[in-house]
Nanobody, 129 residues
């Protein structure tokens, strides 16, 4: 599985960005795709996740109500729509994926970066105040 993240940029506080994670490979239907972020000096943290079917979505508390994760049914792409951004959202954002069978059953596993075997390159999101 290969993942390609894009869509980062510089935005003012209160603004919006949409990140994209394009996936390729032969076993996409069994995957859970997640977005993580890592700010300077901080650990990588879970932001949101979605099963490839789109049936189940998961959000970190910091993302609920502001971010929406969705999968394009026509394209092998997962989006993260981020609204009402604030400077605390500044980070490098990564998409990650692994088999959904274990990830959907455990919040701890789903939120842990080492649970994911496939990673895209990061995309920088900078929110100015």
């Amino acid at each position: 599985v290969q993942l390609q993240a894009s869509g980062g940029g510089l935005v003012q506080a209160g603004g919006s960005l949409r990140l994209s994670c394009a996936a390729s490979g032969r076993t996409l239907s069994s995957l859970l795709v997640a977005w993580f972020r890592q700010a300077p000096g901080k650990e990588r943290e879970f932001v949101a996740g979605i099963t490839w079917s789109g049936y189940s979505t998961y959000y970190a508390i910091s993302a609920k109500g502001r971010f929406t994760i969705a999968r394009d049914s026509a394209m092998p792409t997962v989006y993260l729509q981020m609204n009402n951004l604030n400077p605390d959202d500044t980070a490098v954002y990564y998409c990650a994926a692994d088999q959904s069978s274990s990830l959907t059953l455990s919040l701890r596993r789903r939120s842990t970066p080492r649970s994911y075997g496939y990673w895209g390159q990061g995309t920088q999101v900078t929110v100015s105040s």
